[in-house]
């Protein structure tokens, strides 16, 4: 990964990138670029790395808005032997100072913001590194780039397969997020190759144009830089906000036929689907990751194609483990929860007793465990978490499902967030099919009481007779909370904090389930 853009360069490849705005490493630059530019921003960005007292063996923090130059930045890291640590800038201050103790870093690559942030909550961050780089220049406490060029870039170190490449963390919807480790051989080897293979009718061609709509902190991004860049598209493109305003005019002047996003910003961007002349007629496939995504999202986008057969790919697994089942939806969009099979000759996938984890029978709910080869190393500063989780050689993921007599593995929920007799992705999924006014609906399961909806609308309003027909035939409820988007508590993947929103609702309010395995 140190030296990917510039082997992808070497071969003459002609892929552009687009940018929605500047990268925060290099504002000056713009927002179009090559290959052979961004190769060269990544060794000044190793140069002044180094510069900054980054070793072989250190490990390098980046705290910053969200944006693709978080992977750019790693690979800088990764090209000097360091290892890099992405966390989102999005985390609460009082959860990135536990994150940054875990981590350790000899240099904190971070902006002014994040700083102010912090020390308005009490937390001086650049206490929590040997040296911390602000890239907007501005903080007083910190060094900024200018700073740190002009001095040479060491040569490229090439990391072994089996030793830490990068640190990530989970979403954290229930609570502090873990830092996954991976390696070359887990997140390159195991998933990123697998990837950048061009499959008949859903591989990207040289001919795509790739649009790609991500939380950058993720370690989803870290792979799909990989893949993407050795499947050489024509362009690809980069939205880093979910406002459709904004995002309107980028997608319109390079018109995706390619297009990941997470399952939040097709929500957030779905207005654009019925424009004129939408910004999505072109698009023959659609993909979503990190978190389910409900029918009437992938309804509008397929309408949206002009094409004459688009799919909608919905990959389903975690951080630790990268994609476990996939499965493609089209224009029909039936069983949404239906999460196809284990990708094959990869992962193995089994369903146990919550609580004796022996394999139950076909078509028996129980806990999803896996076995691939995509397995992180494990859990920075956490070990005995890791190992509670890990069956031999089986990953205890902490979803609840059900596995058909064909193979198919059908989501019901997280088993942190359950309500006992129901599934609670099943229920969203029909209350957000049934109401047109509803832009998200979140059921929070609770112990001893009918599960909390918590309902989404544009204006914070819902009519309450369309609800009661609704939901007649659904087990019971409480009564709806009707808030708006920005009203709900949201990782920087644009998930709902259940358990944050379940306190702040009511709370003596116990969650259902034993978060055991989260």
Known sequence: MGVLFDECADRDQATTIHLDRPFDIAPESGVDHDLPGLARLVWTTAGWLAAAGVRRGDRVAIVKDNHWDYDLLACAAVRIGAVPAKLSGHLPPESLAVLLRRVGPAVLVTTAGVLTAGRDAGVDLTTLARTTVDLNGTDPSALSVPDLLGHGTPPPVRPRDDD??????????????????????????????????????????GTDTLANASAYSHGRTFCWTASALALAPSRIVVLTRDDPDLADPVLRNHPPTVVEALPATYVRLRPLTT????????????????????????????????????????????????????????????????????????????????????????????????????????????????????????????????????????????????????????????????????????????????????????????????????????????????????????????????????????????????????
């Open 164 to 205: 830490p490449l990068v640190v990530m963390h989970t979403s954290g919807t229930t609570g502090l997020p873990k830092l996954v480790v991976h390696s070359t051989a887990t997140i390159i080897g195991a998933l990123a190759q697998l990837e950048a293979r061009r499959i008949p009718v859903i591989g990207v061609r």
């Open 275 to 518: 424009r004129l002349d939408n910004a999505f007629r072109a698009v023959r496939l659609f993909m979503s990751t990190y978190d389910a995504i409900h029918p009437p999202v992938v309804r509008a986008y397929l309408d949206a194609s002009a094409r004459r057969r688009p799919l909608w790919m919905q990959g389903w697994g975690q951080s630790e483990t990268g994609p476990i089942t996939f499965r493609f939806l089209d224009r029909r969009v039936t069983a949404p929860r239906d999460l196809g099979r284990p990708i094959p000759l990869r992962t193995r996938l089994r369903v146990v007793d919550p609580a004796t984890l022996t394999p139950v029978g076909r078509g028996e709910p129980g806990l999803v465990q896996v076995r691939t080869p995509a397995r992180c190393l494990g859990y920075l500063g956490e070990d005995e978490r890791f190992a509670a989780k890990s069956d031999g050689g089986w990953w205890n993921t902490g979803d609840l499902a059900v596995r058909g007599r064909t193979g198919r593995v059908r989501l019901l929920d997280r088993e942190v967030d359950l309500a006992p007799g129901m599934s609670c992705l099943a229920a969203e999924d029909t209350i957000e099919d049934r109401l047109d006014a509803v832009v998200e609906c979140v059921l929070l399961g609770v112990s001893g009481r009918p599960p909390v909806p918590v309902v989404v609308t544009a204006d914070g309003t819902l009519d309450q007779r369309a609800w009661t027909r609704a939901v007649a035939d659904l087990p019971p409820l409480a009564d709806p909370v009707v808030r708006t988007w920005d009203q709900l508590p949201r990782t920087g993947t644009g998930k709902v904090r259940r358990h944050d929103l379940l306190t702040a609702l009511a709370a003596d309010a116990t969650p259902a389930g034993s978060g055991r395995w989260t």
